[in-house]
């Protein structure tokens, strides 16, 4: 079995923005769904990890992308595992026109935890070597370093509570509804005369069903802005603890 996976999908209708290309969160959805896909065919899937009571946990993202596919059109992606680490992986994905050329890249970082103790399992010591032998680190990923993502704002733009549809399979919340929230920050306008070129989300913390989350969104530059996402504390002697930061790039 090769080391890399290659999915087929298309823009099928309701996946679409309002200007007629993919969706973003649909997108990152995608992504996170070639990466289990991918990790079940090869044994170390949740499929596999979750009767261990063990799950894949994602750190960071960042999805750079040329275009963006319009609807009714195909597109595939590819996934590979570009390094492991004692308690984290990195995970590459190329985003494939029909031609084969790359309309975009993703970069990923996961830890897998102990969904009862929420600690790291070291990678080093999972049975038959693990994952260690899936790692292609030669194919390209054409993707820059993660920024350094700070907001120094104190006002923020929106307060959410976490409902029924934020919260994923490990009770926490969904990793592509922050991208969700975060791109509803910014009005239909920006959208119509701009598009989103690259996002990075790094993830802190958790946050669960019933938590009170504040956003908070700062401008870099003319297309560059800087998103904080906070759990707001229960009592007024606590501070806010930041469980999500995401950097948005226009062009």
């Known amino acids: 079995m090769e080391k890399s996976g290659r999915y087929e999908f298309a823009v099928e209708p309701f996946t679409e923005d309002f200007t007629g290309v993919l969706a973003w969160q649909e997108l990152g959805k995608r992504i996170l769904a070639t990466a289990g896909t991918h990790a079940d065919s090869r044994g170390f899937g949740m499929r596999q990890l979750m009767p261990q009571k063990r799950a894949w946990v994602l750190s960071r993202m960042i999805i750079s992308m040329d275009e963006m596919p319009g609807v009714n059109e195909h597109y595939a992606i590819e996934t590979w595992i570009r390094n492991v680490y004692r308690t984290f992986t990195d995970r590459c994905f190329a985003i494939l026109r029909p031609d ?66 934020d919260i994923d399979i490990n009770g926490h919340f969904n990793s592509i509804r922050y991208i969700e929230h975060i791109l509803d920050l910014f009005p239909q306008e920006v959208y119509s005369t701009r598009r989103v070129s690259c996002m990075e989300i790094a993830y802190h913390g958790e946050a669960h069903f019933g938590d009170r989350l504040a956003l908070y969104k700062e401008c870099v530059s003319e297309n560059i802005y800087n998103v904080e996402v906070r759990l707001q504390p229960e009592s007024e002697e606590r501070k806010e603890k930041k469980v999500c930061s995401c950097r948005v790039t226009f062009k």
Request: hydrophobic share 30%; proline share 6%.
């Open 100 to 165: 084969n050329t790359a309309c975009g890249y993703a970069y990923t970082t996961w830890a897998l935890i102990n969904t009862q103790t929420r600690m790291p399992i070291n990678l080093e010591t999972l049975p038959g070597g693990g994952i260690t032998g899936w790692v292609d680190a030669e194919k390209p990923c054409k993707v820059e370093d993660f920024s350094r993502i700070r907001v120094t704002s104190e006002k923020p733009q929106r307060i959410i509570t976490a409902y029924y549809s």
